[in-house]
């Protein structure tokens, strides 16, 4: 206790140079837990939108279906039992089918994935209401960079070419009925959707489908044969791994950051030992033991990392809590490369994000302190006394 | 302790490694000193003065013979035991004043009563009355840099004096003041050895300390040449 206050006394006392590690320390601080709030804003909306969007409560593939295999793709469908169906009534799964085909926006070829949904699905948040034709026209929704990609508007029709089950080529015509905008870029980026009973007819699936979407209050209701069921870990996986790289890549700043504010504490650590010899002697002279010095010092060190909590409390809070609010708009074509990510990220904060940064700040300085001070323990106390160690 | 004496020095040697070999400070010492005594240690630079006197303070070790400052043998003391005979027992006074620079005049007297883990009311009571003994209590908030040479061993001395130690001790208290600050000082130290009879140890060789003494310990090239009480009557 006793090293707490004389620190805190000979820190006050020291002022400009004090308050200027202390600065320092406190943009890291800030800057630090801005950082990974925006990390953990970005990870929770990509997470909430892709649920939303795309994977529910998970979801039962087809035995065969691998997204990432295009030649398995034809083959990845198969009927829905009696169970499914009854599951699909109770709005508990809504099914999909996915089949590879071409589109020819102004005379351009275009690889497309066409997808079949029922236009009543309430489990996700696709528009597919729009999908509702009482005509025979093909009504197809899409998203707004597969349209801006293609040039496509509400209303224009646009001839989209597959192949049926039995592999002979068909073609036709679809209205883009709707044109969405979603945060998640897999429903998005060449997708086209399209009334699951046209799609099951125009490729000669009738009952038949790829995927089957659970709610989010359903999720896992049970083995169905031949479809695997695959939860949120697994189908999130991109997403964590990519929020890992991304937080990965993050702590090189941090890192850069920490080492400046270290950089600086260690600095004063060990000119202040240089110029301040006389005062440890000083100290050892009214009684302290050459072990108190070391703690003092290692204290005063760290309690900068204390003091810049307390100065990030007071700029940081107000700053941290409005970026939150008016969140950070991600320059256009930020989700070019398929990740779920908004146009603005709001920064999400927790106890344990503050708390966690904060005792990490608090433990480096710590160390960085505690090494230069160790040189004190070595000290001749006489020599200290007079200012004469080099 | 014997008949009052707080210091008893026997065949006391203290040499430094120089190169290979070594150099004695110090050479057979021998001596007691009592309690109330205002006492220094005299002679040229390199005689052995400062060494004896941070043995008798505790901030070093002899390297042979026996130095025993109120009943402990400086020699065979822990870390933690010399730290606490200083801290309890003995004052300093060094010729730089050595005052913390950030601490105010206030906090610098009060830092040894911190290190005694004080009560605040009782540490305020006795920074007080230290400040008083020395005049100081207008510049209490003052910091060192604000100071005068001759307060700021005034400050000092509140210092040394406030944890009211046994021995005081004082390392060329004067070296850096004028005549007048120097006469200032001494009277102010020999006023509280006589109100609170607290031994008073100087290392000098400056004629204005030494006529304030009231014992002379020569020293020359390491030994005791002359030990005399001074007759102040």
Same mark, same amino acid.
């Given at each position: 206790m006793l090293a707490f206050k004389l620190a805190y006394r000979n820190l006050m006392g020291a002022r400009l140079r004090t308050w200027l590690n202390v600065f320092v320390l406190s943009l890291s601080f800030v800057v630090i837990i801005w950082f990974k709030g925006v990390i953990n804003g970005w990870d929770l909306q990509a997470r909430r939108d892709t649920i939303d969007w795309q994977i529910g409560g998970g979801q039962y593939w087809q035995? *065969?279906? @691998? %997204?990432? @295999?295009p030649f398995s793709i034809d083959d990845s469908h198969a009927p829905m039992s009696d169970a499914v169906l009854d599951a699909i009534k109770q709005e508990k799964l809504t099914p999909m089918l996915i089949s590879q085909a071409t589109m020819y926006p102004e005379g351009r070829i275009q690889s497309i994935s066409l997808r079949g949904v *029922? %236009? @009543?699905?309430?489990?996700?948040?696709? %528009?597919? !209401?729009?999908?509702?034709?009482? *005509?025979d026209e093909i009504p197809a929704i899409i998203g707004e960079r597969t349209a801006r990609n293609n040039k496509l508007t509400v209303g224009d029709y646009v001839t989209i070419r597959w192949r049926d089950v039995n592999g002979t080529f068909d073609a036709d015509e679809v209205k883009i009925v709707h044109i969405f905008k979603t945060d998640v870029p897999p429903v998005d980026l060449g997708v086209v959707w399209i009334p699951l009973e046209k799609h099951q007819k125009m490729v000669q699936m009738? *009952?038949?489908?790829t995927i089957l979407t659970s709610s989010k209050e359903a999720g896992f209701i049970g083995p169905i044969p031949d479809w695997e069921f695959k939860n949120h870990y697994f189908l999130l996986t991109e997403i964590r791994e990519m929020i890992e790289v991304k937080s990965i890549g993050g702590s090189v700043y941090f890192v850069i950051l920490m080492s400046l504010a270290m950089l600086a504490i260690f600095d004063t650590q060990v000119l202040s030992i240089f110029r301040r010899q006389k005062e440890i002697g000083t100290h050892i002279a009214l009684g302290m033991t050459q072990g108190q010095v070391v703690t003092l010092f290692t204290v005063e060190g760290a309690m900068h990392s204390i003091l810049a909590a307390i100065l990030a409390a007071i700029y940081g809070i107000p700053l941290l809590a409005y970026q939150a609010s008016v969140g950070w708009t991600m320059p256009a074509g930020t989700d070019d490369f398929g990740l !779920?990510? !908004?146009?603005t990220i709001y920064p999400a904060y927790s106890l344990g994000l503050v708390v966690g940064s904060t005792l990490i700040v608090l433990i480096t300085t710590t160390i960085v302190s505690y090494i230069p001070a160790r040189r004190i323990s070595k000290m001749n106390p006489t020599d200290a006394i007079r200012g004469k160690i080099q | 302790m014997k008949n009052g004496q707080l210091i008893t020095i026997q065949n006391l040697v203290k040499d430094y490694p120089v190169g290979r070999g070594y150099f004695r $400070? /110090? +050479? &057979?010492i021998n001596l007691t000193i009592g309690k109330g005594e205002f006492a220094g240690l005299v002679?040229?630079?390199?005689?052995?003065k400062t060494t004896l006197l941070n043995i008798i303070g505790s901030l070093d070790v002899p390297t042979g013979g026996e130095a025993n400052v109120l009943g402990q043998s400086i020699g065979s003391l822990s870390t933690r035991q010399s730290a606490n005979l200083r801290n309890h027992h003995l004052g300093f006074i060094f010729q730089t004043y050595n /005052?913390?620079?950030?601490? +105010?005049v206030f906090e610098n007297v009060e830092l040894p009563l911190l290190l005694l883990k004080m009560a605040k009311d009782e540490r305020h009571n006795l920074v007080d009355q230290a400040l008083d003994w020395v005049g100081l209590q207008d510049k209490r908030k003052s910091r060192p840099a604000q100071l005068s040479g001759g307060e700021c061993q005034r400050v000092s001395i509140a210092r040394a004096m406030v944890k009211s130690p046994r021995i005081v001790l004082a390392d060329e208290?004067? $070296? +850096? /003041? &004028?005549a007048k600050n120097s006469h200032n000082i001494l009277q102010t130290m020999e006023k509280l050895n006589q109100e609170l009879k607290t031994t008073f140890i100087f290392a000098t060789h400056d004629d204005k300390v030494i006529q304030y003494l009231h014992r002379k310990i020569s020293l020359d090239d390491g030994r005791v040449v002359n030990d005399e009480l001074i007759d102040k009557q």
């Open positions: 035995e *065969n279906y @691998d %997204p990432y @295999d *029922n %236009p @009543d699905q309430k489990i996700l948040e696709l %528009p597919t !209401a729009y999908l509702v034709s009482e *005509n009738p *009952n038949e489908a !779920a990510i !908004a146009e | $400070a /110090l +050479n &057979d002679g040229p630079s390199g005689s052995g /005052l913390l620079p950030v601490y +105010n208290p004067t $070296a +850096n /003041l &004028d």
